[in-house]
């Protein structure tokens, strides 16, 4: 289900700089498993090992 909050989050997410985009996608909670996969679309690739540190 896409609500207006998630679409809020993702371009909350897609205008963030990198330590934000890392922040907003550890700290939110209640997205679904195909909302977190949306998110990473809009990740650079280059830095996933730094959202993987921060994730543990």
Partial sequence: MT???FDMI?????????DEKI???TTTSG????????LLKYFPIQH???L???MQ
Wanted: aromatic fraction near 10%.
């Fill in 23 to 25: 922040e907003i996608y």
């Fill in 48 to 50: 996933l090992g730094k």
């Fill in 31 to 38: 997205l679904t498993v195909d909302q977190f996969k949306e």
């Fill in 3 to 5: 609500g207006p909050n």
């Fill in 52 to 54: 993987e540190k921060a």
């Fill in 10 to 18: 993702k371009e909350r997410f897609k205008n963030a700089s990198l």
